[in-house]
Nanobody, 120 residues
Framework: QVQLVESGGGLVQAGGSLRLSCAAS????????MGWFRQAIGKEREFVAKVTWSGGITYYADSVKGRFTISRDNAKNTVCLQMNSLKPEDTAIYYC?????????????WGAGTQVTVSS
């Protein structure tokens, strides 16, 4: 079955960096657009970033633009999220997800998430 497994979360001070990774299995990874989402306590899940199947096109939420970078390695079936200049408001559980259509808001497969905590 399809599995998306996130890693790399943790506790970091404001201004610091973290790199999240998502390892995919059970699907033809290179056919899927990949995205990162996050959900803070008491808030709705929100979109963070996405990347096309080839890695050639990316899109970011305004709140992370210029600070976060999404990338993928189709040879390794992984997608990463480099997070720099972290802020306390970035604290959330971060999820990776897979979609057949980059332009769609429908992400078919989801990971279990990894916690990111940014202290002030």
């Amino acid at each position: 079955q399809v599995q998306l497994v996130e890693s790399g979360g943790g506790l970091v001070q404001a201004g610091g960096s973290l790199r999240l990774s998502c390892a995919a299995s059970g699907l033809t990874f290179s056919r899927y657009a990949m995205g990162w989402f996050r959900q803070a306590i008491g808030k709705e899940r929100e979109f963070v970033a996405k990347v096309t199947w080839s890695g050639g096109i990316t899109y970011y939420a305004d709140s992370v633009k210029g600070r976060f970078t999404i990338s993928r390695d189709n040879a390794k079936n992984t997608v990463c999220l480099q997070m720099n200049s972290l802020k306390p408001e970035d604290t959330a559980i971060y999820y990776c997800a897979a979609a057949l259509n980059y332009d769609s808001n429908y992400f078919r497969f989801w990971g279990a998430g990894t916690q990111v905590t940014v202290s002030s």
